[in-house]
């Protein structure tokens, strides 16, 4: 498995200082951080950079709404999503990501439109959209699960693969969002082992997030450091490093870079136990 996340660097026109950044972490996989409108060279240059010194773009951010009953916000996010599609295939990330957005004024929100069979139906209109105008051969688009709109589950996200009909549709995993009620958050193992288990084949990409139970009525489920809550990290790093050895398990939603040297020296000790090398 190859353990990524952010790394914070001075100059963003200098891939060098970004590889080391991420040396210096020793992180074998990254976000690309760069969007579609940056200079081409730049472009160019971060992905022979990340090319020869053996680090895995796992993911382009698509992070948009274009499912927005706003037409303007929709028009601009479905072509923010292809353009950046563009940009995964064109440097060779293992996938684009996004979220299948939302029917309210907060993109990535809840709204009681969200789980209507029109909207799953839209959401597959728009999938199809995205990869059909780009047709990539070698990247995938991708969706984050989310707690407020399909995929929610795993059923949800087998019925949209089969829906949308495009091989270039895959799946990115946050075990974290699936975890929405106390049944799923203390057997969250057996979760992920039935995620892997069903969509498996399909997953490019996963985040690394952690996630605690308040006792507070009613349900409160808060997102926390890797290490300071009770995501099955065992069960993960096992499931994961068995469908690829290659997986990257990106850092993510941390505000310092201390936090994420502790998040990652914390899911480093986890996959020693477990024999596994990032």
């Known amino acids: 498995m190859r353990l990524g996340g952010p790394v914070f660097t001075k100059n ?19 976000v690309f951080p760069l969007r579609h409108d940056a200079d081409s060279a730049i472009i160019n240059a971060y992905h022979k950079a990340a090319s020869e010194n053996d680090i895995v773009i796992a993911e382009v951010g698509a992070w948009s709404n274009p499912i927005s009953t706003d037409s303007r916000v929709r028009k601009d996010a479905l072509e923010h999503c292809k353009q950046q599609l563009e940009l995964a295939e064109r440097i060779g990330a293992n996938c684009c990501v996004n979220i299948a957005g939302s029917r309210g004024e907060q993109w990535d ?9 029109e909207t799953f139906t839209l959401i597959v209109d728009v999938i ?4 059909d105008a780009v047709t990539p ?17 795993i059923e949800a996200y087998l019925s949209l693969i089969k829906a949308v ?25 057996s979760m992920i082992k039935e995620f892997v288990n069903k969509l498996g084949p399909y997953i490019k990409s996963s985040h690394a ?7 507070e009525f009613m349900v409160h489920l808060n997102e926390v450091i890797p290490g300071a809550g009770a995501l099955d990290y065992r069960t993960l790093l096992q499931e994961l490093h068995r469908l690829n050895s290659d997986m990257p398990l990106i850092l993510e939603h941390l505000s310092s ?3 994420y040297r502790a998040a990652a020296q914390y899911i480093r000790k986890t996959a020693e136990q477990e024999k596994i090398t990032l």
């Open 209 to 215: 997030k952690d996630i605690q139970l308040d006792v």
């Open 165 to 189: 009909d495009r091989k270039a549709f895959a799946v990115h995993f946050d075990p974290v969002n699936l975890i929405t009620s106390p049944r799923v958050f203390y057997h969250n193992g």
């Open 128 to 131: 199809r959209e995205i990869i």
């Open 257 to 259: 870079i201390e936090q």
């Open 109 to 117: 929100g809840p709204h009681q439109d969200n789980f209507t069979d």
């Open 12 to 30: 963003n026109s200098n891939p060098e200082d970004w590889v080391d950044a991420l040396k210096t972490e020793g992180f074998r996989a990254a």
């Open 137 to 153: 051969k070698q990247t995938f688009y991708t969706l984050e699960t989310m707690p407020w709109i399909f995929p929610d589950s």
